[in-house]
């Protein structure tokens, strides 16, 4: 028995030093691109090739690093897409380096207005799962998930985020979609309908995903008025530079999409469930591509006339600030800040 422990306690040294390794090419990559005798050099403690290589070929395969060439004169560079962005910070974060990595000007640089249209993407695919987790549970379900008990009940203290509910949930109804669902799910066994059904949200999530944001979309202006909701316009530099000081602030942001419960993606499916709503009723009686011009010019109209009626009761400094703010203000009593 001392010798299966004395081996786990190995293992567990043997992967934190492995893991560590990683965490240092990675913030050595935020430098500059470099060959592996440069990140070597730049380690400054004695490592094997064999482990600088095993590491390196791991850092590959997560997709948060790209080799360029082949041989000795292959090069490393750190992926530079957000996803890749989220994975990296949140990596780093993991193994206690998250001043590191934010302080580095590689992530400084990507802490822009374009980095909010991605998490404004991420966080709307995450609201779309929530509310149809929420609207094909059963009450038992409800219940027994956290996350979507609160949901509910925060939903259910505001007449107006309730009645928005139940719009989606006629729409849903309306397109056959729970129909679908239970026709999809009648040959699943038992224990597999949670994992199925979640599949076919996700589907259904990324396809909407894909219309709202994609090339061409239905109406213009939505993919801006999802991001005013998220983060006003008149917001957005007081936010980018609480997010380019505060590891604990841009934790919240980068972690919407994989967090089941948290108060980020709770507070993005009240603010943006009216105009959710709006779109999942407009979907279910129309097709909105083969709309001509002015129809859809119509329509966008209708959707920026409902979009300054949103605008007009956040409050400023809007809640999702408040707490992003408040959690520099930790940071910063912790001397935790950038």
């Not at 009645?163 to 597999?192: H, K, P, R, T, W």
């Not at 006339?305 to 707490?323: G, K």
Request: with cysteine; aromatic share 6%.
């Amino acid at each position: 028995m001392a010798q299966k422990r004395g081996k786990a306690k190995q293992a567990i040294k043997q992967n934190a030093r492995e893991e560590g390794l990683k965490v240092a090419i990675i913030l050595q990559l935020t430098q500059a691109e470099q060959d592996v005798q440069e990140i070597r050099d730049a380690m400054q403690r004695d490592i094997a090739p064999s482990q600088l290589d095993r590491a390196l070929e791991a850092l590959q395969q997560s997709g948060m690093v790209e080799r360029r060439g082949n041989g000795e004169k292959g090069s490393f560079i750190l992926e530079d897409n957000f996803a890749q962005l989220k994975q990296i910070f949140l990596f780093c974060d993991r193994h206690e380096k998250a001043i590191q990595i934010l302080g580095s000007p590689w992530m400084q640089k990507r802490i822009n207005e374009a980095m909010l249209c991605d998490v404004t993407k991420d966080t709307v695919f995450a609201t779309i799962q929530s509310v149809l987790r929420l609207l094909t549970s059963s009450n038992l379900e409800v219940q027994q998930d956290l996350f979507l008990s609160d949901l509910y009940n925060a939903i259910g203290q505001n007449e107006e985020t309730y009645l928005s509910l139940g719009g989606i949930a006629g729409s849903l109804d309306e397109v056959g979609f729970m129909e679908y669902l239970q026709l999809s799910l009648s040959s699943v066994s038992e224990e597999d309908i949670s994992m199925e059904k979640q599949v076919l949200i996700e589907q259904m999530a990324e396809r909407d995903i894909h219309m709202f944001f994609g090339p061409d979309p239905p109406l213009p202006s939505l993919a801006e008025a999802f991001q005013s909701i998220l983060f006003p316009k008149e917001e957005r530099r007081e936010l980018l530079s609480v997010l380019k000081a505060s590891p604990s602030a841009l934790r919240i942001i980068l972690s919407a999409r994989e967090t089941r419960s948290g108060s980020f993606v709770s507070a993005a499916v009240l603010q943006t469930l009216p105009l959710l709503e709006h779109l999942f009723q407009l979907f279910a009686i129309a097709d909105l591509k083969s709309c001509d011009s002015e129809k859809r010019r119509a329509l966008d109209d209708e959707l920026l006339s409902l979009l300054r009626d949103r605008m007009d009761r956040i409050p400023r400094p809007s809640p999702l600030l408040r707490v992003l703010k408040g959690r520099m203000l930790a940071d910063r009593s912790s001397d935790f800040l950038v």
